[in-house]
């Protein structure tokens, strides 16, 4: 029965010791929690899996991580967590409670991540949206959105996930 129970107490100081191994002790990031097991798991969704749920693709993804860069806690794999919680926050308005299950973050992490993510992206917004300078180039860009969606004169547009947009009355979804 010992054998067992010390078997039990090593096996749950190994665990312990692997999720606290990820706890920065400096001041600075004294409220970042490295959390890995989920990203790495959210790392193993398809192409497709990743662009349906988190609405965008993982090498913009990345791309934004490192626009990030900075911008959130200091060690690369925290900033990447806040961005997948953000991310996931942004793309399906699931309730705080989903979202701390999902990725095994409490209530007010999940609200001091999605803060820290809408907060850095509007930091970066003015560098990365931007209206096409040259007039040529909107006319390119109508003229393919045209081409692909039916609207003339349209350079731009916003996916309804937080926004409700009405389909017109005339449209049918193909």
């Not at 312990?16 to 929690?33: A, K, M």
């Not at 913009?60 to 996931?88: I, M, S, Y």
């Not at 990725?103 to 209206?131: H, T």
């Amino acid at each position: 029965m010992s054998t067992h129970k010390n078997l039990v107490e090593k096996a749950v100081a190994s665990v312990l010791t692997f999720w606290l191994s990820g706890v920065e002790s400096d001041e600075e990031d004294e409220n970042c929690i490295f959390i890995n097991q989920q990203a790495t798991v959210v790392e193993r969704y398809s192409l497709d899996d990743f662009l349906h749920l988190f609405q965008l693709g993982k090498i913009t993804f990345e791309a934004v991580l490192n626009n990030l860069d900075g911008k959130l806690c200091r060690p690369a794999n925290d900033a990447k967590h806040q961005l997948l919680v953000g991310l996931w926050m942004l793309a399906n308005q699931e309730s705080y409670r989903t979202v701390t299950d999902r990725f095994d973050i409490s209530i007010s992490m999940a609200w001091d991540y999605f803060k820290r993510i809408v907060d850095a992206l509007v930091s970066i917004v003015q560098d990365v949206v931007q209206w096409p300078r040259h007039e040529e180039y909107r006319q390119d860009i109508a003229t393919e959105f045209h081409k692909k969606q039916g609207f003339p004169r349209v350079i731009g547009a916003i996916d309804g996930t937080h926004i409700p947009i009405a389909t017109p009355h005339d449209m049918q979804n193909p």
